[in-house]
């Protein structure tokens, strides 16, 4: 599928723009894969014949969501689903972890679907190069092809790789990739893998990659749920990120850490791990746990969501999460329309993640027209995904 050649015109929504501002009847205007236009006024504009015109008629407009932390499950006929689900509720750019045998695969799924992704592949425990290597393969077939992805490399459970493979892994040189490449690590999830990664090399899990060098501004730590305060400093000395997923961390009898990290000022995303549809599934289950005294307040999840954005809009050197003239064209149009006076943060929780979206943009590609997929077969996913066990 290539990219709509017009502008597209979004009219008549409710529009939060992401910097705080909600505007009630405004427009947003596409062109080239960014925002071009954002009219407050409630104007209509005069199509041009080869623009593509839609009517919000009072719905909520928004940036695309991030998923900071997406674990896709195997075989790929789920991993596929999971990714699809994402879209259908909002979603435009995820962080995912796949296995290097099946990164080829969802690689290949991800171009149909149009959603923007950093792809963390993840080597073997005895050929870690695997990851390096297949990302070397997979940058070579799709050069040119406009692909929204970019690779990273992933740890899933650190507790189980030697130093030196850790290291190797995690600094692995790509040939053909210039940048250094983000890394996905999941650390300090729950007490066994603490309680391994102490018994094995004598220290927590922070302390170890800041001893290996691995800690930095490309550095997101998923999950982190056992974090003390000395790791948690650690993380914003060096910039890295905590990336959490308050649904897992709540599952498991654990506190979301994300109002402790951003108190001391440290960088925080919002995950689904595999939990899936979308990250506000994960605020719902905040504002759940806020009422039972669980969790942290939800304008922390809020704040965290919108984090998410900053973390890929850094690596990829363009804004994102916002509807303001140059940022990347990832839009929204949800099916829900406010009957109450929103602000800039109001609007997530509200959502609640029930209704998801009707059009869903990314680079200026519509990849959802009224609740529809156009680069997949839904229905046929689904039915692979549920002879794959997926329920």
């Given at each position: 599928?290539?990219?709509?050649?017009?502008?597209?015109?979004?009219?008549?929504?409710?529009?939060?723009?992401?910097?705080?501002?909600?505007?009630?009847?405004?427009?947003?205007?596409?062109?080239?894969?960014?925002?071009?236009?954002?009219?407050?006024?409630?104007?209509?504009?005069?199509?041009?014949?080869?623009?593509?015109?839609?009517?919000?008629?009072?719905r909520?407009?928004?940036?695309?969501?991030?998923?900071?932390?997406?674990?896709l499950?195997?075989?790929?006929?789920?991993?596929?689903?999971?990714?699809?689900?994402?879209?259908?509720?909002?979603?435009?750019?995820?962080?995912?972890?796949v296995?290097?045998?099946?990164?080829?695969?969802?690689?290949?799924?991800?171009?149909?679907?149009?959603?923007?992704?950093?792809?963390?592949?993840?080597?073997g425990?005895e050929?870690?190069s695997?990851?390096?290597?297949?990302?070397?393969?997979?940058?070579?077939?799709?050069?040119?092809?406009?692909?929204?992805w970019?690779p990273?490399?992933?740890?899933?459970?650190?507790?189980?790789?030697?130093?030196?493979?850790?290291?190797?892994?995690?600094?692995?040189?790509?040939?053909?990739?210039?940048?250094?490449l983000?890394?996905?690590?999941?650390?300090?999830a729950?007490?066994?893998?603490?309680?391994?990664?102490?018994?094995?090399?004598?220290?927590?899990?922070?302390?170890?990659?800041?001893?290996?060098?691995?800690?930095?501004?490309?550095?997101?730590?998923?999950?982190g749920?056992l974090?003390?305060?000395?790791?948690?400093?650690?993380?914003?000395?060096?910039?890295?990120?905590l990336?959490?997923?308050?649904?897992?961390?709540?599952?498991?009898?654990?506190?979301?850490?994300?109002?402790?990290?951003?108190?001391?000022?440290?960088?925080?995303?919002?995950?689904?791990g595999?939990?899936?549809?979308?990250?506000?599934?994960?605020?719902?289950?905040?504002?759940?746990?806020?009422r039972?005294?669980?969790?942290p307040?939800?304008?922390?999840?809020?704040?965290?969501?919108?984090?998410?954005?900053?973390?890929?809009?850094s690596?990829?050197?363009?804004?994102?999460?916002?509807?303001?003239?140059?940022a990347?064209?990832?839009?929204?149009?949800?099916?829900?329309?406010?009957?109450?006076?929103?602000?800039?943060?109001?609007?997530?929780?509200?959502?609640?993640?029930?209704?998801?979206?009707?059009?869903?943009?990314?680079?200026?590609?519509i990849?959802?027209?009224?609740?529809?997929?156009?680069?997949?077969?839904?229905?046929?996913?689904?039915?692979?995904?549920?002879?794959?066990?997926?329920?």
């Amino acid at each position: 599928m290539v990219p709509f050649l017009g502008r597209i015109i979004i009219e008549g929504g409710v529009v939060a723009v992401g910097d705080g501002r909600v505007l009630d009847g405004a427009s947003v205007v596409i062109d080239r894969g960014l925002v071009s236009e954002l009219w407050e006024d409630g104007r209509r504009l005069s199509p041009g014949p080869s623009d593509q015109r839609i009517d919000a008629d009072g719905r909520l407009v928004t940036p695309g969501l991030v998923d900071s932390w997406m674990l896709l499950p195997e075989p790929r006929e789920r991993a596929a689903a999971h990714l699809a689900d994402a879209v259908l509720t909002g979603t435009t750019s995820v962080v995912a972890i796949v296995g290097s045998s099946s990164a080829a695969d969802i690689v290949g799924f991800i171009e149909r679907l149009g959603v923007r992704t950093i792809l963390g592949v993840e080597g073997g425990l005895e050929e870690p190069s695997d990851a390096s290597d297949t990302i070397s393969r997979l940058s070579r077939q799709l050069s040119g092809r406009g692909v929204f992805w970019m690779p990273a490399l992933a740890a899933g459970n650190m507790a189980r790789w030697s130093d030196d493979r850790l290291r190797v892994t995690m600094e692995a040189h790509v040939a053909g990739i210039r940048r250094p490449l983000p890394r996905l690590i999941a650390a300090a999830a729950d007490e066994n893998e603490l309680r391994d990664n102490y018994e094995q090399f004598s220290c927590r899990p922070v302390e170890r990659l800041r001893r290996l060098g691995l800690l930095g501004p490309r550095t997101l730590i998923g999950h982190g749920n056992l974090l003390d305060s000395e790791e948690m400093d650690a993380l914003v000395k060096t910039g890295a990120w905590l990336v959490s997923c308050p649904r897992s961390a709540l599952r498991s009898g654990h506190v979301p850490l994300l109002e402790r990290m951003r108190a001391k000022g440290g960088n925080v995303a919002l995950g689904t791990g595999d939990a899936g549809p979308g990250p506000l599934s994960e605020i719902a289950a905040l504002s759940a746990g806020m009422r039972a005294g669980l969790s942290p307040r939800t304008s922390v999840a809020v704040d965290a969501l919108k984090g998410g954005a900053s973390l890929v809009g850094s690596l990829l050197d363009a804004p994102l999460g916002l509807l303001v003239p140059g940022a990347l064209a990832d839009v929204v149009v949800h099916r829900w329309r406010p009957s109450w006076p929103i602000d800039g943060g109001s609007w997530m929780s509200g959502l609640d993640g029930v209704l998801g979206a009707d059009w869903v943009i990314v680079g200026g590609r519509i990849v959802l027209r009224e609740g529809r997929l156009l680069g997949v077969d839904l229905a046929a996913l689904s039915r692979a995904a549920r002879r794959h066990g997926m329920l």
